[in-house]
């Protein structure tokens, strides 16, 4: 039935499989790091595409829209001027007290603003490439934010590029906190969404439950990845599992991971 | 011809890998990423030898680990297990066919994930699994489905560029010429 060709075929195609697959962790990833770089050209290639057609949006764009966006922008400017002020007066009272209180100072992070490049093929996986690597600072473990929200950590890190893992993957395990409560809780995948992937579970929560839909939940620190207090989401509902012993929530996150083009790294 | 044949497969594989990643649009409407390269290895299980699954797994399979958190050769054999088993009954198989070619692209389609996962799950990862897979794998299997037909005419027509033109047999025959004039 089989001729031999066909085991010649078989056999080298099982061999290399199997060689790959036991390949210890780092040479596997420089592997595919080195392998993910032939992709970079036509990466870069529609970034450049997509910088060019923003470019030509904005000579098309009329005189009186720029104009309305640029008064819009002004106002926007004057409102964040005056915000900012507020929060250096809250920063300097914030040093202040904790000279007094004899806390050690929270050192401030650095950021970097990256564009994401791909996303994971796979369904099964919620991760996604930026366009910053180690030669820019990153490493793994960093805070990955949006002006929405917390969207990952920093996972594999390459010269140029970066894997980040996002929210809900199962490798990205988020201890938060409902600001409004106080319960903390691990933000895990959500099994049962079909097509909103901005649901998360929040478990690990108590069994006398106060969380409510509508509550806010930010990073609790806990843990030492995330730092405290970045925005992750908005509680949808609430459910008692394993025979009442304790509670979940679905939690519907602040960042779009599916519309995600540019994000920021917290650098320490 | 065949090795014309082979980088233009290998080329589609590695555009295809490259879509997948780069393009979120069917991620963010129908829920799961549109796989092409089940659907590709059908068309090279159909159209070319052994060789060319063998190299389309291997290409194919890496390129894809590579962007994906799989560990590194974990679509490699999915791949061209069904491909090998398109190429070891295509003689049995009505592949001009539209429909026949659409029935193995939604198998191929659906088996490879499903023996992906099962070699990411023998490897001790924790991939994220739920309704939401089950629903991902329709998507995957319908895809892929429409797809096989639309890449086999696409690959003809590539291949139409690249050989050479075909040569059209003359109706005219020395031997019945009619010869006028004086003998």
């Not at chain 2, 129908?30 to 291997?58: E, F, H, K, Y």
């Not at chain 2, 490699?76 to 539209?98: C, K, N």
Request: with cysteine; glycine share 8%; charged share 20%.
């Amino acid at each position: 039935m089989f001729k031999r060709p066909q085991w010649v075929a078989f056999g080298a195609v099982a061999l290399v499989g199997l060689v790959l697959l036991n390949l210890p962790d780092q040479l596997a990833a420089r592997l595919k790091i080195a392998l993910g770089a032939l992709f970079l050209p036509l990466f870069g290639l529609v970034g450049s595409a997509q910088h060019l057609a923003a470019e030509t949006a904005r000579t098309f764009t009329p005189r009186a829209e720029l104009g309305r966006q640029l008064e819009a922008l002004r106002r926007e400017n004057q409102r964040l001027q005056l915000e900012l002020a507020r929060a250096r007066e809250a920063l300097e009272e914030n040093q202040r007290l904790r000279q007094l209180l004899g806390w050690t100072r929270a050192s401030p992070w650095k950021t970097r603003v990256c564009t994401v490049l791909a996303r994971d093929p796979e369904a099964w996986w919620r991760a996604l490439h930026i366009d910053a690597g180690a030669r820019d600072g990153l490493r793994p473990g960093l805070p990955v934010v949006t002006p929405e929200g917390l969207v990952g950590r920093v996972d594999r890190v390459a010269h140029a590029t970066a894997e980040v893992v996002l929210v809900g993957d199962p490798r990205c395990r988020v201890a938060v906190v409902v600001r409004e409560t106080g319960e903390t809780g691990v933000l895990t995948t959500h099994s049962a969404g079909v097509l909103d992937h901005r649901l998360v579970d929040l478990t690990h929560l108590p069994r006398n439950l106060a969380v409510r839909p509508g509550q806010s939940v930010f990073t609790s620190g806990l843990g030492g990845v995330f730092p405290p207090g970045l925005p992750v989401g908005t509680v949808v509902d609430t459910r008692s599992v394993g025979y009442g012993l304790y509670a979940e929530a679905r939690v519907k996150l602040h960042a779009d991971p599916a519309r995600l083009r540019e994000v920021i790294v917290l650098l320490p | 011809m065949n090795s014309v044949r082979l980088f233009l497969v290998l080329g589609l594989a590695y555009l295809a890998v490259f879509l997948q990643a780069a393009f979120t649009a069917p991620q963010r409407w129908l829920g799961a990423p549109l796989s092409l390269l089940p659907a590709l290895m059908v068309c090279t299980a159909l159209r070319l030898d052994l060789t060319a699954v063998a190299l389309l797994a291997l290409c194919g399979g890496l390129w894809r680990d590579a962007l994906s958190a799989n560990p590194l050769g974990a679509s490699l054999l999915p791949l061209y297990l069904v491909g090998w088993g398109v190429w070891r009954w295509r003689e049995a198989l009505l592949r001009e066919l539209d429909y026949a070619q659409l029935i193995l692209g939604a198998l191929a389609s659906a088996l490879v994930p499903v023996l992906t996962l099962v070699v990411v799950l023998s490897k001790g990862a924790e991939p994220d699994l739920g309704w939401h897979t089950a629903w991902q794998l329709v998507v995957l299997t319908v895809s892929g489905g429409v797809f096989t037909p639309v890449l086999f005419r696409l690959l003809e027509r590539l291949e139409r560029l690249f050989a050479h033109p075909e040569v059209v047999a003359s109706s005219y025959r020395p031997d019945r010429e009619i010869k006028r004039g004086r003998y």
